[in-house]
């Protein structure tokens, strides 16, 4: 039976089983790559105040809070990964996403090009395009099909998770695609106007995927990775870090990697059903075609800005929800799905060591950008900032004036928004049920949401620390717990391993 859900048990596990599974590495002469060993040490420092924090103060009633750093990783660590969730989203919504709806285009790739991809960035940027080149090569067609649009270009932004609801890893696309395109030429900003698009349909779905296999099937020849290709140049990972090739061919096949129980599936409760053979047309706006998997039913429409937030969000989530694991009598750990599988599965089970084994396969190398633009959202995309939604701010300020600003009669107004999920990071909310066409249930079409940006604002595109709290769990982290004065930022404390080196001169 599992116990109570714990957040402290992820900690523990790291904690008590990082030394051994470095050991049992080295013991193979399997060397753990720089990379993942800081990124689980630097999880064990995330929040423990001997690593260095904040100090704020309140002037009224002079109490004062301490606020720990974190490790800002970008692997698995729930805190970190929930904050640059919150902080992603917010961004996309304020500044670059315009207000028009959004469609979600989500591409799984097969269990072997999975594998590939994790630590193939190039790889990964070129099934990228590929997905990309397909999906705007359907709207284009469906643009100048039913509205006649001859220039049209498109706009998407996508986040590339590597894990799946059972922590294995998984590299897929969650692909946010401006629902329609933007008529005319980009070298004459004035006549550019967006038109949108109906729904696609099945088959068009099923087009896509079709149009996509074939374009994966000649970018894999073309980089020698066919079944029949040399395993040397086409693995190139199992050379150079023989146990990181390992751990990930393990992970994507949901196998245990090292350890008594190597080789073997990972253990699943619930009832195992037989599995049946899937149709190209695998539910609504939903194709699959020799494990190339399309899903483009979830849609939200342009006023509905909280609800394109929240989906950002669940495309940024982190791998790892601290409340669906717990541990279990016999020291097992116990990690619930969010939703049962078709066969039945419920939950799966890991030993301490295992858990570690899976975080591992989890952690990004180095420069692997996980979230990409496209388009007209690119960053070198001509007249980029006339189409986002700063970009009447950014034609005020170039206009505006110089010289002195008068000082402003009274402060603005406050632009934050209440939660719009639950006070833990780690675990977002889900959009909300789908009508037909793919558009959110629910959704009150002449009402639209507050804008969160004043066109008097200053131009500042990255909230603060403080600002980010407030907007997504609606609490106001310099308030004075005790007054209820605003607290000011009075000193940022460092451990002296990374000050007195700097500070003192060893032959003084």
Not at 221 to 245: I, K, M, N, V
């Amino acid at each position: 039976r599992p116990r109570s859900p714990d957040k402290t048990v992820l900690y523990e596990v790291v904690r008590d089983q990082l030394e051994t599974f470095l050991a049992r590495a080295r013991e193979a002469d399997r060397v753990v790559p720089r990379f993942v060993e800081r990124e689980l040490r630097r999880y064990l420092e995330c929040g423990i105040l001997a690593h260095g924090f904040l100090r704020v103060y309140c002037d009224a009633c002079r109490h004062d809070r301490l606020v720990p750093f974190s490790c800002k990783g970008r692997g698995f660590c729930p805190s970190c990964g929930g904050r640059r969730m919150a902080e992603t989203a917010a961004f996309l919504v304020d500044h670059v996403i315009p207000r028009v709806s959004v469609r979600q285009w989500v591409l799984s790739v097969p269990i072997p090009l999975r594998y590939r991809m994790a630590y193939d960035a190039e790889l990964t940027t070129r099934v990228l395009e590929v997905f990309t080149r397909a999906v705007f090569a359907s709207y284009r067609h469906r643009a100048k099909r039913s509205r006649g649009v001859q220039a049209a270009r498109c706009g998407a932004i996508t986040f590339i998770q590597r894990f799946g609801d059972a922590l294995n890893l998984n590299v897929h696309f969650h692909m946010l695609v401006l629902d329609g395109v933007y008529e005319g030429d980009a070298a004459t900003p004035a006549t550019t106007r967006f038109v949108g698009l109906p729904p696609p349909s099945d088959e068009e779905v099923a087009r896509v995927t079709r149009r996509t296999l074939r374009a994966l099937r000649r970018l894999l020849t073309r980089r020698s990775l066919t079944p029949d290709a040399d395993p040397a140049t086409a693995d190139p990972l199992a050379e150079e870090q023989p146990l990181l090739a390992e751990i990930a061919s393990a992970s994507v096949r949901s196998r245990i990697a090292t350890g008594p129980r190597a080789g073997s599936r990972v253990l699943r409760i619930g009832a195992c059903l037989e599995q049946e053979a899937e149709p190209i047309i695998a539910g609504r706006r939903c194709a699959s075609q020799s494990g190339v998997s399309i899903h483009a039913n979830v849609a939200l429409p342009a006023h509905a800005r909280s609800k394109i937030e929240r989906l950002c969000r669940y495309a940024a989530r982190p791998p790892l929800a601290t409340e669906r694991l717990s541990r279990l009598n016999d020291g097992r750990l116990l990690y619930r799905l969010k939703r049962r599988w078709r066969d039945g599965t419920e939950a799966i089970v890991f030993e301490p060591i295992e858990l570690v084994e899976k975080l591992a396969a989890l952690v990004p190398p180095p420069r692997f950008h996980m979230v990409r633009y496209h388009g007209v959202l690119a960053p070198r995309a001509r007249n980029r900032d006339r189409i986002t939604p700063s970009a009447g701010r950014i034609s005020a300020a170039r206009n505006a004036p110089t010289g002195p600003t008068p000082p402003a009669a009274s402060p603005p107004p406050s632009t934050s928004r209440p939660p719009t999920h639950s006070p833990d990071p780690s675990q977002p909310g889900r959009p909300t049920a789908t009508r037909s066409d793919g558009a959110i249930r629910g959704a009150d079409p002449h009402q639209a949401d507050t804008p969160t940006e004043a066109a008097t604002a200053p131009i500042r595109k990255r909230l603060t620390w403080p600002e980010l709290m407030q907007r997504v769990f609606a609490v106001d982290v310099l308030r004075c717990p005790e007054c209820g004065a605003t607290m000011r930022i009075i000193a940022e404390i460092h451990p002296p391993d990374e000050v007195l080196p700097n500070a003192v001169d060893p032959s003084s």
